[in-house]
């Protein structure tokens, strides 16, 4: 009987087991919006969806994945640590559901502030515009 010693551990390099087999959940910079043209032409196309909280806008990018673009302006939340928070919540709802999103490019322009306890209610919110948008491009 041969004991192959459990460490170190083994390095295994084969694209099936490394790293992990686990979905990449990650927002690189390929998943956002960063130019201005990028973002002025989601909004010449006017294909939006909206409710109190944000507005979302949307357009076929012609990439294999979605992009994200934030706009959270003064008006909305006067100092910069809500505007932060706002932007920090849709980026991290935007990163766990990117895998189910169709390849479109994406701005969410905030609407109204929110806070912490009313993150459930926000992020709900936000999920209920996605899919009404992914329903208009597939119809």
Known sequence: MVVVPFWPPVALKVASVWPFNRLDNTFRRAHRLLKTDEFSSVFHLRNARSNNLFQVYARP??????????????????????????????REWFRLN??????????????????RDEYHEAITALAALFAKLARCRNS
């Open 98 to 115: 990117k895998h189910a999103l169709p390849p479109m490019d994406f701005v969410v322009r905030s609407r109204q502030a929110y806070y």
């Open 61 to 90: 990018n012609g990439l294999t994945h979605a992009r994200l673009g934030l706009v959270v302006g003064k008006k909305v939340a006067k100092r910069a640590n809500r505007r932060n928070y706002i932007k920090r919540t849709v």
